[in-house]
């Protein structure tokens, strides 16, 4: 944009950027120096005394408050401040005489306004154009709202960090209190051996000193009387136990002194750290929309949801014995006949999903446990390979060629052929104590709902428990699923929700989804980070309900 007094010649024309306002409509050009946003004027020297004359309470901004002139007037150019009269079609820009003279000089298609304009309050386009603008200020407003709880939500989750931090410096002093109370036990407990060892050696020397000038006193004595057969006895005597302490001296002189070796280890790993953990931004997923999806005819019961890299949905359903297959609209497009029915499912890798199963043998009238395995091969899902196992699998989870299988009381680590590597938690303080198991994406942490206590637990790889999660919210826990970048979601069965849970499993972040969303009692939940919706299998029931996030 010129300023000052910028102008340039066109044939015999100056122009100006702006052009005075008042003096345009006699047929004068004058550059404006000013501009009265209340009359959408632009006003000469010479003008804008006889505007004040007349509106001594508008406010008039100078040339000094040129970002102040842009915007005012909807007819106006807010570059130029000149009437809008064309439209460059090849820039889909609106312009004046002065844009179309400095920019648009080579353009090939310019239209003008009037004739666009001509009719145009009587499309739809128009007449649809301020209910839109209404839209998009409720949705602005809405939004506005929503940051304004985010910002307080911000306040909270940052003072709870510091109170993390804090309890977490409060744990490390106690660690450190600890070590130096080991240290200094073994210190007063080295001392005071060191002490009875000084003590034993002083009575030593004092014994063997007192030994030596009683014999050398004999010894002289026998001499003195020339009593050779007692001086030599004496003499081979004293020079015996002047050997002894001899060798007492040197025991003495050789004892190690106490002294201090710091770990190695300590200071370097400290002075290596960069702080005491990262502050991680998590994402708080909401519920946008919600819609039923019909999976069967009758009422089933939906024991495991999981998404292929191809976009498919796979579902296991116990009732009738199969895996159903949905496309990317969540219509069944196949399925599959299982022998035993699914009581969970797992996505292990590529196309391929395992299927844990158990029921009555028809072959054998024996109740089997198994591991099926079965992969989407040219649009169909096929058997692939199986394994037997000797315990009810009723929750299956996979990483990195692991399978991590639950009981109703235990969790178990197998290879990816069948073979038990260890048990890795247990509890029997009542029956079913656990229902479901996932596996963070760095497998550093296994999450497990325990059904009957309504508790939502976090174990490390050595299934040592690290936290436990007991909220109203989340009222008999049963499905849940961790997605590739470690959302974490819970279904509550009894509560109507599915909860976003922190990656560390410590604590409820939101409820993302509740009975208003279609929620009745819900089973089985999936992820889905290709499209940001949540896949959920209700108890007793033949829809799924797919709830979009935000």
Known sequence: MASGSSSFYKGSDLIHDYSCFTCEENDLNTEAQHFCPKCEHYLCDKCVKIHGDYFKKHVVYGRRDMQKWAGFSMDRCAQHGKELEVHCDDNQELCCSVCVAFNHRLCSSISHLRDLARGFLNTAEFKQLPAAVDKMRS????????????????????????????????????????????????????????????KDDLEACAHMHDKLGIMIAKLK???????????????????????????????????????FKSDENVLP????????????????????????????MYKCNIEGICELPSGEVVIAERNNDRLMLLNRQFEVIGHCHLPLPPRHMCHTKGSEVAVAVTGIDAS?????????????????????????IDFQCISIAHH????????????????????????????????RTMHNCAVSPDGERIYVTNQIHSKFITLDTSGQVLSTVEDPDLKY???????????????????????????????????????????????????SEQTSTLIIGNLSNNSITVVKLC
């Open 139 to 198: 949705r602005l407003d809405e939004l506005k709202n929503e940051r304004m709880k985010d910002q307080t939500s911000l306040n909270d989750s940052h003072k709870n960090i510091i109170s993390e931090i804090k309890d977490l410096r409060k744990e490390i002093n106690q660690i450190l209190d600890k070590l130096e109370k080991r240290t200094v036990e073994q210190l007063d407990s080295m001392m005071e051996d060191l002490e009875k060892s000084i």
């Open 364 to 388: 054998t009238i024996s109740t089997m446990h198994a591991i099926h395995f079965h992969a989407l091969t040219k649009g169909k899902l096929q058997s692939v390979r199986k394994f037997t």
């Open 400 to 431: 990195l060629e692991k399978l991590y299988l639950c009981s109703f009381n235990a969790l178990y680590l197998y290879t990816m052929n069948g073979n038990i590597i260890q048990k890795l938690y247990e509890d029997n303080s009542s029956y």
């Open 221 to 259: 004595k026998s001499a003195s009387k020339n009593k050779e057969s007692s001086s030599y006895i004496g003499f081979r005597k004293c020079e015996s136990k002047l050997s002894e302490a001899n060798c007492l001296v040197q025991e003495i002189k050789e004892k190690e002194r106490m002294k």
């Open 477 to 527: 826990p049963s499905g849940l699923c961790v997605s590739p970048s470690g959302h974490v979601f819970v279904c509550g069965e009894t509560s109507n929700t599915v909860v976003q849970v922190v990656p560390e499993g410590r604590k409820k972040l939101v409820i993302v989804a509740r009975e208003v969303d279609g929620l009745c009692s819900p089973h089985s939940v999936w992820f």
């Open 269 to 296: 790993f400290l002075r290596n750290l960069n702080s005491l953990g990262n502050v991680d931004n998590v994402y708080v997923y909401k519920a946008q929309s919600s819609s039923l999806y019909k999976v069967h």
